[in-house]
């Protein structure tokens, strides 16, 4: 996965209210909410809507969140798809919880002039689609710009790749000594 594709949201819980927005380029999450404290409480499972019904329809209760549902908003075709997430039980208290999500592009205008990942992998973008267009009109998959595509992505992997991994992991001691 290309990490430009990931985003990290926060969502601010507040006493009483149980649906939020979550961020406006929002696709799809990558892992469950977590608390920003230190006192060790669990990652909030991600469960289906129909699950969080269920569970207010036995008992409406409140407190810190344990389950969320994920569900898109109603869309409208004359703007981007949004979502929201519901927590169960209902939150009792205000405080501010993390999630990791994958994006969703923005479409390319006058006021969005490069993709996701920006000008450095554009052009492997740009790349693609057009060598996906040459296979639909060719039907043939290795013509010019398929080529120009390999060589590309190959560019743009390495660029995700050194921007993503950090240099320094930590210390590597051997504590064989010490037992």
Known sequence: GWSFMRGLGTVTLVAGTRTYDLASDFSDIEFRFTFGDADGR???????????????????????????AVKAKTFASTAAQTWEVIFYPEPDAAETISYQYQKNPLQLSASVLYPLGGAQHASAIEAACLAEAETLIDDEGNGIHEQRFQRLLATSVRLDMHSATPEYLGRNIDRSDYR
């Open 42 to 68: 669990p990652p909030i499972e991600i469960v289906g809507e129909v699950n969080i019904r269920d569970m207010y329809n036995a008992a409406d209760s409140d407190g810190t969140p344990l389950f969320a």
